[in-house]
């Protein structure tokens, strides 16, 4: 049976880099071994030397299928974020995105820059007081966050027919 191929963008702040390859790391693996869907995933490694970045980015959210925005108060701080990938994802006609609380944001306090309208994906369970941000969670823990978030996507993408 011949896999529907399913693109995405990947959204993130430079200051979590460590953070943001840890969970691409694990996230890949659960992709690359998806039975219904191949993946390809495009983050601003792709920008060649020469290219317009800005133009590449607003390209590549174009073409891509959906967003995961690995949400921080680093990527809430960013003024190239808020202006120029939000608005694709948060207007009424937007791109499906898929919101992950990649380092812990007050919900109360921090500006979520029209994010609070989304549910944002933490890894919640029986063992947890409360539902914890990625950065917050030991190896196994980390490996569950991205394991569950998969699935969450996959089955999304699965009954809205991608």
């Known amino acids: 049976m011949m896999k529907r191929r399913v693109s995405f963008f990947v959204s993130y702040a ?3 880099k460590v953070a943001v ?4 790391q694990l996230y890949r693996e659960q992709i690359g071994a998806s039975k219904r869907f191949s993946y390809a995933l495009w983050t601003d490694h792709e920008i060649v030397v020469g290219d317009n970045w800005n133009q590449s980015i607003q390209n ?8 995961i925005l690995l949400v921080s108060p680093a990527f809430l701080n960013s003024v190239y974020i808020a202006s120029n990938e939000l608005p ?15 380092a812990n944001v007050d919900l109360e306090r921090h500006d979520l820059k029209g994010l609070e309208q989304k549910q944002i994906y933490r890894l919640d369970s029986i063992k947890l007081k409360q539902p914890r941000a990625f950065t917050y969670l030991k190896d196994l823990r980390k490996a569950q966050f991205v394991e569950e978030f998969f699935a969450k996507v996959d089955d999304w993408l699965h009954e809205n027919h991608m």
């Open 14 to 16: 430079k200051a979590n």
């Open 21 to 24: 390859d840890q969970f691409l």
């Open 60 to 67: 590549a959210i174009e073409e891509t299928d959906f967003g």
């Open 88 to 102: 694709s994802y948060l207007k009424a006609s937007g791109k499906r995105c898929f919101p992950v609380m990649l």
